[in-house]
């Protein structure tokens, strides 16, 4: 599964350089090293380790699910161990994987996350899974109940809110209304319902660039964010201020997705012309870049994080 939110949906240029989605897990790394070995024990040991924290856990069976080995040893995994829930999980978030790269058929994916969520019915993952494939198949209804399936179980779920956030975004708005989106919203309530220290308080900067992508993939805004004018307006400037305030104030740096905020933070602040508050937001991801949103609505991440990244740090 791609590095949510993944901007589906649109035709897109191959990347120039590969980006990383397990972003600085270096335990995930050789886990998914070991896995394309076919040495599903250190996998075992990884998700035994990670328990019951939620987003890590999520995200790092996503990156596992990518791995070009992962559905094969998953398989010899689930014969030796039938009733671990973790292989069901990885076996249905890799199932889902191959659905979405059309090597595999929908319904086997949502059969393999369903098992797996009888077997770990406390476990938001695969219903990560199935709302990662019902984001780019399935029905407005469909994506908004497995969103709450989610939430049952873990209301704070990092991913499950940023994929929510990218299809809310593709929601029409009536002419000359776009900043009354419900994508803010949406945004804005889960990041006021959020505990005080959740990095869901970036969610709203989430919410503006995947509404750029919207726009800007139907020619509504320039095809250069930097040029746009969409991040110098008064919606821009709220969602800034308070994103890059609590980011000052932040103090859990250990949270398995925060190079993903950072990343929108800094492209956030790079296209509304703050080079300084940029630059020490690109010295915290350091090489650490996601495709999205630098791929907005349809470069080469790879360049468009470079040249800003450069452009920032030549400011200070």
Not at 158 to 182: C, F, K, T, Y
Not at 265 to 283: N, P, T, W
């Amino acid at each position: 599964m791609s590095p949510p939110p993944p901007p589906l949906g649109r035709g897109r240029k191959r990347a120039a350089h590969a980006f990383d989605p397990a972003l600085d897990d270096a335990e995930l790394g050789t886990a998914r090293t070991a896995l394309n070995q076919g040495r599903w024990t250190a996998v075992r040991a990884l998700l035994t380790a990670t328990g019951d924290d939620w987003d890590r856990r999520g995200h790092r069976v996503t990156v596992l699910a990518q791995a070009p080995a992962a559905l094969a040893w998953v398989r010899d995994w689930q014969l030796a161990e039938p009733e671990s829930a973790d292989a069901a999980v990885l076996f249905g978030c890799a199932t889902v994987q191959r659905a979405l790269d059309g090597k595999a058929r929908p319904e086997r994916a949502r059969e393999a996350c369903h098992a797996a969520a009888a077997l770990a019915p406390a476990d938001p993952t695969p219903w990560l899974g199935l709302l990662v494939l019902e984001r780019t198949l399935g029905t407005e209804d469909e994506v908004v109940r497995l969103f709450d399936e989610v939430r049952h179980r873990y209301a704070d779920h990092h991913h499950a809110h940023h994929l929510m956030v990218a299809r809310l975004a593709e929601r029409r708005a009536a002419a000359g209304q776009d900043p009354l989106h419900e994508v803010y919203d949406f945004a804005n309530w889960a990041a006021e319902q959020a505990p005080a220290d959740s990095p869901l308080a970036v969610l709203p900067v989430v919410a503006h660039a995947e509404r750029y992508r919207v726009l800007a993939g139907a020619g509504s805004e320039p095809a250069d964010p930097v040029a746009s004018g969409h991040w110098v307006g008064r919606r821009a400037r709220q969602v800034m201020k308070a994103a890059f305030d609590w980011w000052l104030e932040w103090e859990h740096e250990d949270h398995p997705r925060r190079l993903v905020d950072l990343n929108f933070l800094a492209h956030a602040k790079f296209c509304e012309g703050r080079g300084a508050e940029a630059a020490a937001l690109f010295h915290r991801i350091g090489e650490h870049a996601t495709e999205a949103p630098w791929s907005y609505p349809d470069r080469d991440p790879h360049r468009a994080f470079r040249a800003a990244r450069d452009s920032a740090l030549g400011t200070v």
